[in-house]
């Protein structure tokens, strides 16, 4: 399968503990995305690379969270002392750079999300 | 911060229905985009619309960009339960996808 792959897909864990996901893009993707989507909303941006830059951090990602591309392939999301509402699905998408005619940012690849709860 | 609004939040409907969903922004699009999500996926790329007033058509389902690109509509003709799914619009400017808040549409058999 050729498609974005994340791991874990889903994690349980208590609150106050540390998780981390992982996100494997499409092979010749430069860019990389983090998502998180709580149920029955659309996603909210998080964080992107272009390929080991971290080019732009939401306000939603507080110090606690902290993403890593360290040779521009595949991306760690890391999350310390979790929280109840750190619970979501968090997405990652690639995409290589976008053309004018496919809109500025292209056509996003997701994978299928690392469900996190927090208990 | 541009804010997309869907509507309806929520569509339930029979199988060979006609149904439109709508996405509103507070701000011109770049571009926009529309996504479907099936439950335990990630979104899929279904259009990207650039030009106000563009209509494309995949199928059954034809879209349409305001001309003023502050709006996009989503029609599906004779709705089929595979179209189940959160259908979602999304902003392409500023390097990232800013996406709007879904509709949700169940199609019964």
């Known amino acids: 399968d050729t498609g974005v792959s994340q791991d874990p897909r889903h994690k349980i864990t208590k609150r106050g503990q540390n998780v981390t996901f992982r996100c494997d893009p499409i092979?010749?993707?430069?860019?990389l995305y983090w998502y998180r989507q709580t149920l029955g909303q659309g996603p909210e941006f998080l964080t992107y690379?272009?390929?080991?830059?971290?080019?732009?951090k939401s306000r939603l990602l507080s110090d606690r969270f902290s993403a890593e591309r360290p040779k521009g392939s595949f991306s760690t999301l890391e999350i310390q002392r979790t929280e109840q509402g750190d619970s979501a699905m968090y997405l990652c998408?690639?995409?290589?750079?976008?053309?004018?005619?496919?809109?500025?940012?292209?056509?996003?690849?997701f994978g299928e999300g690392s469900r996190l709860t927090v208990l | 911060t541009q804010l997309l609004e869907q509507s309806p939040q929520f569509l339930s409907i029979q199988e060979g229905e006609n149904l439109t969903v709508y996405c509103n922004s507070s701000s011109v699009f770049s571009s926009l985009q529309w996504y479907r999500q099936e439950p335990g996926e990630g979104p899929v790329l279904l259009v990207t619309v650039v030009t106000g007033g563009e209509v494309k058509k995949l199928k059954r389902l034809t879209f349409q960009f305001g001309d003023a690109r502050k709006d996009s509509s989503l029609h599906i003709t004779a709705a089929q339960p595979g179209d189940t799914g959160l259908y979602l619009c999304a902003n392409t400017g500023f390097q990232k996808l800013v996406f709007g808040t879904g509709t949700r549409l169940l199609v019964s058999p």
């Open positions: 690379f272009q390929n080991e830059a971290q080019l732009e």
């Open positions: 998408a690639s995409s290589l750079r976008g053309t004018e005619s496919q809109g500025h940012t292209g056509e996003l690849f």
């Open positions: 092979s010749e993707h430069n860019r």
